[in-house]
């Protein structure tokens, strides 16, 4: 069992930025793979990006491409999104998840990942 919680949510301006944190507990954090999801109101889950289990691979979606960096703690199971220049269409719960399947090449498929969190808002004022 693993539990996840986020933080670092909030409001803010476009053209901000944000950092989001996922802890992570119960399992050995740096087993599996972890990607960061995001959904708005009414829409589908969307994926944001993900990491292998050092860093080592990162994969993000085209929306956040060079705007958005993920990042991790294995001595602090925490995983991190760095959000930059924000846009209000980036407004949305964001979520992380983590995935035992395949630690080494994650994926962007949100079925393939075994345990979530609750999500944390983030809200792009325009």
């Known amino acids: 069992q693993v539990q996840l919680v986020e933080s670092g949510g909030g409001l803010v301006q476009a053209g901000g930025s944000l950092t989001l944190s996922c802890a992570a507990s119960?399992?050995?954090?740096?087993?599996?793979?972890m990607g960061w999801f995001r959904q708005a109101p009414g829409k589908v889950r969307e994926f944001v990006g993900t990491s292998s289990w050092n860093g080592d691979r990162t994969y993000y979606a085209d929306s956040v491409k060079g705007r958005f960096t993920i990042s991790r703690d294995n001595a602090k199971n925490t995983l991190y999104l760095q959000m930059n220049s924000l846009k209000p269409e980036d407004t949305a719960v964001y979520s992380c998840?983590?995935?035992?399947?395949?630690?080494?090449?994650?994926?962007?498929?949100?079925?393939?990942?075994?345990?979530w969190g609750q999500g944390t808002q983030v809200t792009v004022s325009s």
């Open positions: 998840a983590a995935d035992f399947g395949n630690p080494y090449y994650p994926t962007h498929e949100p079925a393939q990942y075994d345990y």
């Open positions: 119960g399992r050995t954090f740096s087993r599996y793979a």
